[in-house]
């Protein structure tokens, strides 16, 4: 199949080198407002340039990968779905939580698939945790935690657009806690603080945060992120139930050095960053998406399931704010 690629930095950069080794795959055709970036591209991985996202679409494309800067995404998925061609969309869907309802409206009657980014779904120790969770290997669950550390706070222009660490490094959290127990979030409860850099603290962000959900069966999960983890990168969840408990992220990259005489586990280094920790899995992801293109799958990550996603991280943001539990109904306009 023939697919385009809108955005070339560095995660659309990394979606091409993964497109062109897909069997699957026969060509590329890319843009990115950047013309080098578009050139370096097509000399890297064999790809035909396009001038705007109209070229892309108008280029005979089977699906369509947007990883372009966020204010773009809205009407990329649109422009794809008025033309009729699959897409797949890093998220967010958009900015604000009432661009995402927009787009979910203007789409929502259309047979177009849409599959947005949220590659742990694809990790194949997550994947084992859902399996274990959906056959009862655990039991009932108690407890849920989830975390994710970043190895140093990404640049301050990039914060100052992110929309907060919940919006833009919790949401994976709260996606997953979802995906993987099947349950709801109905209720928050999130604090936070600045240790680190000076720019997050003046961006009106937090660079280390907690917070407590409980879930629509009385299950309680804990969602530990912060932008500073000196050690590596480290994406964990562990699964308490009465019969049993199962951990994702305890693997010899884990980046804690544990204190127990003799003990020498993690033996290797670290992770370092979420290219690396999430490289299979981003390989995956785009594998399903020319499923989803060829017709033989649904989306795996639809637009609603990135909305539900995003209500968890508004609740959490109006929870620090207000140091209050909130209900995630009192953020849902839909």
Sequence with gaps: MRIGILGLGRIGAFH????????TVASLVVA?????????????FG??????????????VDGIVVAAATDAHPDLILAAVAAGVPVFCEKPVARTMAEGVKVLQAVQDSDVPVQIGY????????????????????????????????PAPPPAAYIAGSGGIFRDCAVHDFDIIRWV?????????????????????????????????????????????????????????ELHGFAD???????????????????????????????????????????????????VRPSPCTIEDALEAGWIAEACTRSLREHRPVRVAEVRTV
């Design 181 to 237: 127990t099947g349950r709801e979030v109905t209720e928050v409860y999130a604090v936070g603080g600045n240790r680190g850099a000076a720019y997050i603290e003046e961006a009106g962000d937090a660079d280390t945060t907690g917070a407590v959900l409980t879930l629509d069966d009385g299950t309680i999960a804990v969602v530990s992120n912060s932008r500073h983890n000196g050690r590596g990168y480290d994406v964990r969840l």
């Design 47 to 60: 790809a035909e340039v396009a001038n705007s996202p109209e070229a892309v679409l108008g280029a005979g």
């Design 119 to 150: 590659n742990r779904r694809f990790d194949a120790a997550f994947a084992a945790a859902r399996a274990a969770v959906r056959a009862g290997e655990l039991g009932t669950l108690h407890t849920v935690r989830a975390t994710t550390l970043d």
């Design 32 to 44: 990115d407002p950047f013309a080098d970036a578009a050139r370096a591209a097509a000399e890297r």
């Design 245 to 295: 408990s199962l951990a994702v992220g305890l693997d010899d990259k884990l980046p804690l050095r544990s204190a127990e005489p003799g003990v020498t586990f993690p033996a290797d280094a670290p992770h370092g960053f979420f290219m690396d920790r999430f490289a299979a899995a981003y390989r995956a992801e785009l594998a399903a998406f020319t499923e989803v293109v060829a017709g």
């Design 16 to 23: 091409a080198e993964t497109l062109s080794r897909l069997d």
